[in-house]
């Protein structure tokens, strides 16, 4: 993304060196990292990487990822709709039919407009709702994954300890004989 930056983002301000406030940031984000380490937090930043796609395979970054997204998508899938923003213009004496004119023609277009949004409010509300769902299943089915291995880990370290122990006895009893 920082190669893209220029394309982004054009700054024009002779005195603003845009390299020295990029590494300021970096530093930055450097230094809370290694705070957080220190502190033992497991907190990491997320990176919100656009290049992520379906058939990756997950990660905790990809975790962390998805929550943020879903959590900045509860909190705004609703706040869409417009309010009258209109500003009279002085004009001597048309100026009161046509502000009015204007007031009416903005009212009607706010009108469709916020008809729309609570439509797409609902839309959001479902969309958001499944994702919600998707996203504790699979946190499930990771989660359970991982208690099986570990159960499955446990089976077999009990296992190699049982043939170790069997191997032991059976070097023990050559050795006595």
Same mark, same amino acid.
């Given at each position: $993304?920082?190669?893209?930056?220029?394309?982004?983002?054009?700054?024009?301000?002779?005195?603003?060196?845009?390299?020295?406030?990029?590494?300021?940031?970096?530093?930055?984000?450097?230094?809370?990292?290694?705070?957080?380490?220190?502190?033992?937090?497991?907190?990491?930043?997320?990176t919100?990487?656009?290049?992520?796609?379906? %058939?990756?395979?997950?990660?905790?970054? $990809?975790? @962390? =990822?998805?929550?943020?997204?879903?959590?900045?998508?509860?909190?705004?899938?609703?706040?869409?709709?417009?309010?009258?923003?209109?500003?009279?213009?002085? $004009?001597?004496?048309?100026?009161?039919?046509?502000?009015?004119?204007?007031?009416?023609?903005h009212?009607?277009?706010?009108?469709?407009?916020?008809?729309?949004?609570? @439509?797409?409010i609902?839309?959001? %509300?479902? =969309?958001? @709702?499944?994702?919600?769902?998707?996203?504790? $299943?699979?946190?499930?089915?990771?989660?359970?994954?991982?208690?099986?291995?570990?159960?499955?880990?446990?089976?077999?370290?009990?296992? =190699?300890?049982?043939?170790?122990?069997?191997?032991?006895?059976?070097?023990?009893? @050559?050795?006595?004989?």
């Open positions: $993304m920082e190669d893209h930056l220029e394309e982004i983002i054009e700054i024009r301000d002779p005195e603003i060196n845009v390299a020295e406030i990029m590494e300021e940031i970096r530093r930055n984000i450097r230094q809370r990292q290694s705070e957080a380490r220190d502190r033992k937090v497991a907190f990491a930043f997320p919100f990487d656009a290049t992520v796609t379906p %058939d990756a395979e997950p990660t905790q970054e $990809m975790e @962390r =990822v998805l929550h943020h997204h879903l959590s900045q998508a509860n909190l705004h899938y609703d706040k869409i709709g417009v309010a009258l923003q209109f500003m009279p213009r002085p $004009m001597p004496l048309i100026g009161r039919l046509w502000t009015a004119f204007r007031r009416e023609a009212n009607l277009v706010i009108f469709y407009v916020n008809t729309l949004a609570a @439509r797409q609902t839309f959001n %509300d479902h =969309v958001l @709702r499944a994702l919600n769902a998707l996203a504790q $299943m699979v946190m499930g089915k990771s989660q359970a994954e991982v208690v099986r291995l570990e159960a499955d880990l446990r089976t077999l370290q009990e296992r =190699v300890a049982q043939l170790e122990q069997r191997l032991y006895s059976e070097e023990t009893d @050559r050795e006595g004989e």
